[in-house]
């Protein structure tokens, strides 16, 4: 098993090196012709370059318009057109705002029983003692780390 502070350093790493990818454009009319027409390329063309019909290469541009095609085809499309495909699953918001977001929730169901017993004991919190114990109540799963945050 992976260290928790290891996993928090990875998790530190990994958003660094994926905050560059969280802009990338989105083409309707998908890379594949976005790039074509942008070189001046006709669909002919990269057909010959990828040795096959014109009509294949029309079906790989809807389909990928569509989200249906393949990694193997995009690999194949991009070298094509003296491409990189880049491949990579990049977060909505930063990796520790998700483990953040999920300590919340997984922790507020916990942290208002805790309230309500006080409030049963007589030992009513403030609006601050709470912020701090759902503060802490988080840190303290966000610390333990591992499968516990996503259960």
Known sequence: MMPKITTALRR????KQLSNYRALPRFKAGYI????????????????RLGVSQAATASM????V??????????RAAEALDCRLV??????????ETVHRQAHQKTATQAENIFRSMGLELQSTDREERDLLRKELVDELIKQGGHELWK
């Not at 541009?61 to 990928?64: D, L």
Request: hydrophobic residues 35%.
């Open 12 to 15: 530190r790493q990994l958003d």
């Open 33 to 48: 012709r976005e790039i074509r027409d942008a070189l001046g390329m006709t669909g002919a063309q990269l057909a010959k």
């Open 61 to 64: 541009e809807r389909s990928e």
């Open 66 to 75: 569509e989200e249906t095609i393949s990694l193997n085809t995009l690999q």
């Open 87 to 96: 491949y990579a699953f990049v977060p909505k918001d930063s990796l520790e």
